[in-house]
Each structure stands twice: as structure tokens, then as C-alpha cells.
């Protein structure tokens, strides 16, 4: 029960409806608050207990101190949580398992329940293994029910055993895009003890990019599959309260851009600003003039930039798009009326207050890419040839000769204001953006290697060639204005005669059914399938690393003669290793680029003046002649896009097709494990778990597992992407009777902790300084004599064999990327109890905390190459019993002692940020301090 201490409890009537709300207007001080904190206002004010939320918390953000750094915490409670397969399917086991361990406890296995709207997407398992035919779709769809049909029978039994929890089924969206268009309530009704309440919709989602439904005014970010478990359960969400970054927009975008543009633009400005750990919001003259699905999009990418949220106020474009896609009016009417009672309505002519400022006219931004392997690399689209140029060096080495005539020129024009930034952005001591044309302008390496097809083609492939050319994910395919770009691009390549070239793997996966329903209305499904972008799923493909296999004969020649080739996806991650094993240069673009640069077939062309190829009369065609006005995408939207598509689509979206609904689910409360299951196996985590935990001890005798460097993500750290035969992973299915065909991908066998474990570490493209020379998850293991190369999988087994703690050292900026568990969960697991860094991201340090493992930091300015460490040392830690006593602890002393006896000391800093993180530390992590608390309730 709340305890309303600020008398905050009123009603609001809409339309003869009555709901009860809480007035954010009755905290002074709340006139003042930006969007977002007005936001948690009203959520604290409304789950007020006295014990957790306190009047205390509710006026200290009452007063909110702008310029001040963060250091109190609030106790976040989020209306619902949204979950992709990928990372939900963990939750679940994770779920089931509790409900065994709340019995072994003395506890109620009832009480192991989402108190809280929970609902999954599967979007992240349907791959790309077939293409450009017009049955891709079925075929895929049918092998994805093929692949994973033991997860998919899991899933159902945990829509009928759990409470509050729904699943839409394969083949339906994007969990981002079907949260904007159908799950997100803006404003959410919902009945409490009885009574009808009213507040802001918010929530956490298993998938970083979650962030997408902050275009719709929603306050919601990434957590881990372990904090999203814990909000389920009821348990709310510990966080500082944050700066806020104000950014303003003005102007509007210029005739030739779209919103990737735009979003490459804000994404660069942002990491150069630094926004890592706080809120972005939008306001100004501009946001009038930034669409909707534009807004999503900006808000989808907040993780490459590094902000937890990046949230637009509610206004009429918020409602235009409810009412669009399908939203009855009766909630539109309570979003509208809500909103202005609050004062969350956008007033543009009042300038909130923020901690920090940016300011943005849309009308400089230009055409843009990102890559080849970070999304805040932007290159102006004018100069990407030169900037493929330079960075083929890294992949391919330097040419003999000095750059062309062509890059002098294009050198000597750039406008060196505009900078392509290498700049992490994840800490403020990050160094600064570099700026293409800086240093030595090289000319390109060739080594063109004769292909011939199955079907009689041949041609010559060469450095830079792009083999994968894909519209995919979530960032651009929810925005009508890119994608039915994208197939007017189509439409008039195919009337000029050109096709993609036979060496680009083409792929189509929008967001949502709508798109294929008004491509089809406005009669553009036949020119997309023409130059082979053709359906190939609705889901998250490409961007995750669900390409599927390349031409075989192009993956040949690219293997046997080490060709550096590209990638082209309008998606929104493009990591090394990510995207293709095949593939080094990943490069993110507009849905209508990726066409272009399918038709192209390279990254080695100056788009602006060189042709794609030649019309049916031999006469040179180039980007800008079939390139749409904005007037022409306008008209076809205006023609082919109705709410009715969206009611008709959304209607019965938890049903799904025949495949799901003939799926045989198994029933009852407690989930019956199959012990001869690969894909879902019952987690060690609750084994042998006292009802009180042990005191927390001072770490000794450890080893180096692994030493890395800067910008390690989550990519790295988590199993994804293809399972290798000979990787530990591939031996354990071999050994349990899995065929090579059928080992599916990491992602999608997250729920059996065996695979996963083994593939921890295991990124083709991770580098571990203690074994140089090696590329992949591989180490040293100094249990045996002469410390000798091994998989970071068998040294750990053999180190857990002997008692040895293990840790991590690390650069910048570690653990960027997605919020993934099991990027925690494995480090957890191979027997890795705390690691060093010289900087977190957020969701991973959470993460880490969540599973029990220790986050500490270098000291300011120092590194484990500034220290001398270099991995074969044996570590100790002391003043790790402190948090026994309810206390953090600033620093921990670390000890190394090297092989001859030396020892090097140093200070730590300890990031476990929050009184929470320390409950959940202590308890060996956040999955047993809830059950815990459920089986002592």
C-alpha cells in the first residue's frame, strides 16, 4: 500500500471514466523537473512504502540538483517487462528452476510468479540460411521450428504455467517494433487492489535496445535476463538518480537524408559528449518536426551511444501514432488527457532545466554510414571511399604505392570539422575523435581472386567486396519512411535494368507484418524480390549475427585467400565478429543505402560520382537517378499505409500460426526437466543454497584467466553466433548425439548452461594477452607445467578442479554492447570471482554484481600495463569482508605477485554503485536474494 505522504492520491476523469492517479504537481520543485524525472516522481510517488521508498527519496528528487553528480538512490518500480527469446528463454529456466528451489526452501512455488506484466517476443531465432528465392520466408520459418523446437515447447508450458506472462509466437516482428506498434500503453491502465489506476507506462526488456519505445514518451531501458527476472518478481529496479542531458533540436531535415542519417549523427555527437549512465531527452522547436518512428529510432540506438535512456515528451505525434497503429480511441483519449494533467505534455516553448546541454539542427545533418566495426564511426557518405581506404589497412595491410589522385582530392575538399570518431565514449577519459584525412591517405590493396558459381557465373572478388547487403533490425525496419524508401530505390534500379551483383547475399526481415502489407498495397514487392530482397523472416537477423551462411563459393574464396570483404545492414550493432565469421568490415546504413550498395557490390566507390552499373542502353547509372524525393515516399505512405493493418495484424497476436498452436506443451506447475535435452537444461545456481548466505570473504590465490584490452563487449565476452565442431561447445553436442547440421546457434541453446559456459570467451575475434599469437577463447592454463595454450573452457575446469579463484583484467570501456546475461552468467560459471577493469559499461557491471562476481576498477589513470601486469601473476584481494558489515568499501587492495616473487600493490576502486548491488553481492547474487526473500515472505 502506498502511504501517500505528500497527499499525491486524486482522480482523473476521462470521458465518464474515472482513474485514480497520483499528482506529481504535489512535490514542490516538480515544475522544474525534464520529462523523464517527472516520470520517476510519479512512480515513487505511487509505490511509496516507507521502507524501500521513502519521503525522503521522493523530495530529494523533488529538489533535484542538476549540476550535482549521482549519489542517491531510488527504488525504480517498472510497469512491465519485455523480453526477446534470445535473452527471455534463460529467464524462464531461470523461473522454473526457482520454483523448485522456493520448495526446497520451505516456500510456495505460487509465490514464483511475474507480478508484473511480462511479455516475450520471439524474434532472435529465425536465420537467414536461405534467400533470394520467393518461398525464403516458409522455408526458414520451417527450419527455425526445426531448430528449436524444445525451446518453443518450453515457452508454451511457461505461457500457461506463469501468470501475467504472454508470448507472441515466431514469425510475428521485432520485440522493439511490436512494442511500439502494439504492446507499449503510453499511459497505463491497470487495476490495483481493486481500484482503477492511471501512470506512466514504463518498463525494463531483456534486449538493450529496448530504448526504442522511449520515441513513444515510455521511460525504459536494457537490463540483464537476471535484473528483469528480479523486476518481475516484483523486486524494483536500484538506481542513482541521474544526470540529465537536454537536446535540443531545431530545424528540419534536408531533402536527400533520412532518419539513419540522423540517428549516425546524434549517435556520434552523444559518445563524443560522453553520456554514458544518463537519461537523454529530446525537447525544442525540432521535436515538432522529428516523425515518430523517426523518434524510435533515435531512442533504439541510446546503447551506441551510451545513455540509459534517450526518451521524446508525449505530444500530438505521440497520439498520430497510436491512433495509427490501431490503439483505441478510449486509451488515446486517457494518454491525451493524462499527460496534460501531469504537465508530461510537450510545451516547446518552455525549456526545462538539465544537467548538461546539446543542441542539434536537423537541417547539417548529411548522408552517412557507420563502421566497419563500431556503430559511432561515422564517415560522411561523400568520403566513405576514402575512409574504406584507410581502414582496409588494418585488414588487408599497406599498399606499396601512395594514395590516388582521387583521395588527394577528396582529402583536400573535406570539411574537417566533421569528424569520423573512434572515440569509445563509454568514460570521460576516452581519447579524442580522430578526424578522416588526418595521417596517411593510402591507396587500396587489391587482390582480385577469380570466382566461378554453381550456376556458370564468374567474377573477380577483391577487398571491399559487400556480400552481405541486408535490411534487418530494429532500428530502421518500424520506420515506414526508410523502408518504403528503400523499395522505391528498388523500384526504379529494376526499370534502369540493374540487379545486385552475384556475389551479395541479399536479405529483407522487416520489423513488422504491416511492412510486407503496405509493400504489397503500394505494389513494391515485385521490385524488391527482383534484385533479391526477398522475405526472409520477420525478426532480428543479420544484426545479431543471424546472416546465415554466405554463397559457398564466395565463403571459399574469401577463406582460402584471406579477403577483408563487407557487410552492409541497417541495423544498429556492427562489431567484429558479429555480423559473419566470414566478414571483417561491418558497415551500418539506411535501409535505401544497403539497396544501393547490394547494386554496387563494393565499399571501394564514391557513390556521388561514380556509376552502380549501366541501364538496358549501355548508359551509365548512379545513385542519384534512382535515388526518391521525399515527396514521392510521402505520396506512397499516404496510399498504402491504414490502422487497419495494424488492428488486423495485432488482433490475435499471442494465437500464432498452425506450427505454434499444433506444438504438443507440457502442462503442470513445476516444469519436468528432460535430462537428454541440449537445449534446456535445469542451472546449477540454487544447488545446495542455505536459507541464509555465507559471509562474503577476501579473495587469495588467483589466477589470470583473461588479459584484454579496450572495448571488449559483451560480443565477446557472451556466447553467439555459430557453434564451431571442434570448440568445447561443438564436442559437448558431438558427444551428446548432435549432427554438425543441427547445432543451431549459441543464441538459441541459452538455456542450457553447458553450451554456454563453453562458449564464454569464445568470440573469433577475442584476443587474449596472455596467449599471444591466438585469436578466440583461448588461454593459458597454469595448472599444468609450462602454463600451455589452451581453451579458456578446459583452464577454467582444471582451475575449479584445484580450488583456484579466477579474474579478469581489462581495458576501457569493458562490456559494451548488449545487455547479455550470459556474458555475466558465464563469467560466473567458469569460476571467475571478480574482475579488474579500467572502465564498465553499465548493464555488464550490473550484471556481473547480479551473478556474484566482483566489479573493481583500476585507479585513476592507471591500466595492467601501467601497473606491469601481465597475466601470470597471482592475485589477492582484501576488504571484501567489509560488505559483510553494510558497507562499500571506496577501495579494495589488490596484491599481484609475479613469477619471481615481486609483488605490485594497488587500490581498486570497488563499483558496486548501490546499497542494492551490495544486498545482491552478498547474497552470491541477485537470483538468490529474491528467492530468498519469497521463501522467507
Known amino acids: 500500500m502506498s502511504v501517500n505522504s505528500f497527499g499525491a492520491k486524486s482522480n482523473l476523469d476521462v470521458n465518464g471514466t474515472s482513474y485514480e492517479i497520483y499528482r506529481i504537481d504535489a512535490v514542490p520543485g ?39 553528480q549521482p549519489d542517491h538512490e531510488i527504488q525504480f518500480t517498472p510497469a512491465r517487462v519485455i523480453m526477446q527469446d534470445f535473452t ?39 536465420i537467414a540460411d536461405v534467400f533470394g528465392i520467393a518461398n525464403a520466408f516458409e522455408i526458414n520459418t520451417d527450419i527455425e521450428y526445426q531448430r528449436n523446437r524444445e525451446r518453443y515447447q518450453f515457452l508454451r508450458w511457461g505461457q500457461t504455467a506463469f501468470d501475467d506472462f504472454k508470448v507472441v509466437p515466431p514469425g510475428t516482428g521485432i520485440v522493439h517494433q511490436v512494442n511500439i506498434e502494439h504492446l507499449a500503453r503510453v499511459i497505463f491502465p ?105 523518434r524510435a529510432t533515435i531512442g533504439n540506438m541510446s546503447p551506441e551511444y551510451g545513455s540509459t535512456i534517450a526518451i521524446f515528451p508525449i505530444d500530438e505525434k505521440t497520439t498520430d501514432y497510436m491512433r495509427l497503429t490501431g490503439r483505441d480511441e478510449e486509451q488515446i483519449a486517457l494518454v491525451e488527457a493524462y499527460a496534460k494533467e501531469q504537465s508530461l505534455w510537450h510545451d516547446p516553448s518552455v525549456e526545462p532545466v538539465f544537467s548538461e546541454y546539446i543542441e542539434l539542427d536537423l537541417s547539417t545533418v548529411v548522408p552517412s554510414i557507420a563502421g566497419p566495426k563500431r556503430p559511432q564511426d561515422r ?111 528498388a523500384k526504379k534500379a529494376v526499370e534502369k ?62 577463406n582460402d585467400n584471406d579477403l577483408a570483404v563487407a557487410a552492409v545492414l541497417s541495423g544498429n550493432r556492427n562489431f567484429e565478429g558479429r555480423i559473419n565469421p566470414d566478414v571483417k568490415l561491418n558497415y551500418l546504413a539506411s535501409p535505401m543505402l544497403v539497396i544501393v550498395y547490394a547494386l554496387a557490390g563494393t565499399m571501394d566507390i564514391d557513390l556521388f560520382n561514380e556509376p552502380l552499373g549501366q541501364d538496358k542502353d549501355g548508359n551509365d547509372v548512379f545513385m542519384a537517378d534512382i535515388w526518391p524525393s521525399q515527396a514521392e515516399i510521402e505520396e506512397v505512405i499516404a496510399g498504402s499505409i491504414s490502422a487497419e493493418m495494424f488492428t488486423s495484424r495485432y488482433a490475435d497476436v499471442f494465437a500464432g500460426d498452425e506450427r505454434w498452436q499444433n506444438l504438443p506443451t507440457p502442462d503442470g506447475d513445476i516444469f519436468e526437466w528432460d535430462e537428454d535435452s541440449t537445449y534446456v537444461r535445469k542451472p546449477p545456481y540454487f544447488e545446495g543454497m542455505p536459507a541464509q548466505p555465507d559471509a562474503v570473504t577476501d579473495i587469495s590465490g588467483a589466477r589470470v584467466l583473461l588479459k584484454l584490452g579496450d572495448s571488449v563487449t559483451t560480443d565477446h565476452i557472451s556466447p553467439a553466433g555459430a557453434i564451431k565442431a571442434d570448440s568445447p561447445a561443438g564436442k559437448y553436442l558431438i558427444e551428446h548425439g548432435v549432427e554438425r547440421g543441427d547445432f543451431n546457434s549459441y543464441g538459441s541453446r541459452r538455456g542450457n548452461h553447458e553450451v554456454m559456459i563453453r562458449g ?70 567458469l569460476g571467475v570471482r571478480f574482475v579488474i577493469a579500467e572502465s564498465y559499461e553499465r548493464i555488464h557491471r550490473s550484471n556481473l554484481i547480479g551473478m556474484g562476481v566482483l566489479p573493481l576498477q583500476f585507479p585513476e589513470g592507471e591500466s595492467a600495463d601501467s601497473l606491469g601486469l601481465t597475466g601470470e601473476e597471482v592475485f589477492s584481494v582484501e576488504g571484501v569482508t567489509e560488505l559483510n558489515d553494510g558497507v562499500t568499501p571506496k577501495t579494495m587492495k589488490v596484491t599481484a605477485v609475479r613469477p619471481d616473487g615481486s609483488e605490485v600493490s594497488f587500490d581498486a576502486i570497488v563499483r558496486i554503485d548501490t546499497p542494492g548491488e551490495r544486498g545482491y553481492y552478498v547474497n552470491g547474487g541477485i537470483m538468490q536474494y529474491v528467492l530468498r526473500s519469497l521463501a522467507k515472505n
Open 30 to 68: 516538480s515544475e522544474k523537473l525534464p520529462f523523464s524525472l517527472k516520470v520517476l516522481l510519479e512512480n515513487l510517488l505511487r509505490t511509496e512504502d516507507g521502507a524501500n521508498i521513502t519521503r525522503e527519496d521522493i523530495e530529494f528528487l523533488g529538489n533535484w540538483d542538476p549540476a550535482a
Open 88 to 126: 527471455g528463454v534463460p529467464c524462464v529456466v531461470d523461473l522454473a528452476t526457482m520454483r523448485e528451489a522456493v520448495v526446497a526452501l520451505g516456500g510456495d512455488p505460487a509465490k514464483v510468479n511475474p507480478l508484473s506484466p511480462a511479455e516475450m517476443v520471439i524474434d532472435h531465432s529465425v
Open 190 to 294: 491497470r487495476t490495483v487492489d481493486g481500484v482503477l489506476q492511471a501512470y506512466p507506462d514504463t518498463c525494463v526488456g531483456t534486449d538493450s535496445h529496448t530504448t526504442m519505445v522511449n520515441g513513444l514518451g515510455v521511460v525504459g531501458w536494457g537490463v540483464g535476463g537476471i535484473e528483469a527476472e528480479a523486476a518481475m518478481l516484483g523486486q524494483p529496479v536500484s538506481m542513482l538518480i541521474p544526470r540529465v542531458v537536454g537536446f535540443k533540436l531545431t530545424g528540419k531535415l534536408p531533402e536527400g537524408t533520412t532518419a539513419t542519417d540522423l540517428v549516425l549523427t546524434i549517435t556520434e555527437m552523444l559518445r563524443e559528449h560522453k553520456v554514458v549512465g544518463k537519461f537523454v531527452e529530446f525537447y525544442g522547436d525540432g521535436v515538432a518536426e522529428v516523425p515518430l518512428a523517426n
Open 379 to 489: 564517415i560522411r557518405l561523400d568520403v566513405s571511399k576514402t575512409a574504406f581506404h584507410q581502414a582496409l589497412e588494418a585488414y588487408a595491410g599497406k599498399p606499396e604505392k601512395t594514395y590516388s589522385s582521387y583521395d588527394k582530392e577528396v582529402k583536400q575538399t573535406m570539411d574537417a570539422s566533421d569528424p569520423v570518431t573512434t572515440n569509445p565514449g563509454d568514460t570521460d577519459d576516452s581519447p579524442a575523435p580522430r578526424h578522416l584525412g588526418e595521417g596517411t591517405m593510402p591507396a587500396r590493396v587489391e587482390k582480385k581472386v577469380p570466382v566461378t558459381l554453381e550456376d556458370g557465373g564468374s567474377f573477380d572478388l577483391d577487398h571491399g567486396a559487400v556480400t552481405i547487403a541486408s535490411i534487418t533490425s530494429c532500428t530502421n525496419t518500424s520506420n515506414p519512411s526508410v523502408m518504403i524508401g528503400a523499395a522505391l530505390v
Open 497 to 558: 535494368g540493374l540487379t545486385r551483383k552475384p556475389w551479395v547475399k541479399t536479405s529483407l526481415a522487416p520489423g513488422s507484418q504491416v511492412v510486407t502489407d503496405y509493400y504489397e498495397k503500394a505494389g513494391l514487392t515485385e521490385y524488391l524480390d527482383a534484385i533479391g530482397f526477398n522475405l526472409v523472416g520477420y525478426g532480428c537477423v543479420t544484426c545479431i549475427g543471424n546472416s546465415g551462411p554466405l554463397i559457398p563459393e564466395v565463403s571459399q574464396a574469401i
Open 760 to 829: 564464454t570467451f569464445a568470440n573469433i575475434r577475442l584476443r587474449n594477452q596472455i596467449a599471444p599469437g591466438t585469436e578466440g577463447g583461448f588461454t593459458r592454463d597454469f595448472t599444468v607445467d609450462g602454463a600451455p595454450v589452451t581453451t579458456v573452457y578446459d583452464a577454467s575446469v582444471n582451475y575449479q578442479a584445484q580450488g583456484t579463484p579466477l579474474v579478469v583484467l581489462a581495458g576501457k570501456e569493458y562490456g559494451s554492447g548488449s545487455s547479455r546475461d550470459w556474458a555475466a552468467k558465464g563469467t560466473a560459471l
